[in-house]
Nanobody, 121 residues
Framework: VQLQASGGGLVQAGDSLRLSCAASGRAFSSYAMGWFRQAPGKEREFVASINWSGGYTYYADSVKGRFAISRDNAKKTLYLQMNSLKPEDTAVYYC???????????????WGQGTLVTVSS
């Protein structure tokens, strides 16, 4: 499966932004999906994951209550709704697909190219 993330941009603290991740290939609905991010000078970290049906989601503590992950299997698209953005959310955001509904980066087999989110204070 190939993944293409989009929707990043420059916003102010407190604003909202929705990221999308478009997938190609017929197996999208069989994959668990995740969002990860990498801030400048830091390691890539887990943000959120969703199982194949969308019935289960899991979030990093740092985004819980502010971000929402969802998917539309008919459109082969993954979303990340980000609300109440903070400067510390500034990072390149990556979408990923894997067979397991987990937060571990190494469990994801396919990665998008990343989209930059910059939150100004």
């Amino acid at each position: 499966v190939q993944l293409q993330a989009s929707g990043g941009g420059l916003v102010q603290a407190g604003d909202s932004l929705r990221l999308s991740c478009a997938a190609s290939g017929r197996a999208f609905s069989s994959y668990a999906m995740g969002w990860f991010r990498q801030a400048p000078g830091k390691e890539r970290e887990f943000v959120a994951s969703i199982n194949w049906s969308g019935g289960y989601t899991y979030y990093a503590d740092s985004v819980k209550g502010r971000f929402a992950i969802s998917r539309d299997n008919a459109k082969k698209t993954l979303y990340l709704q980000m609300n109440s953005l903070k400067p510390e959310d500034t990072a390149v955001y990556y979408c990923a697909a894997g067979k397991l509904f987990v937060a571990t980066m190494t469990s994801y087999d396919y990665w998008g190219q990343g989209t930059l989110v910059t939150v100004s204070s």
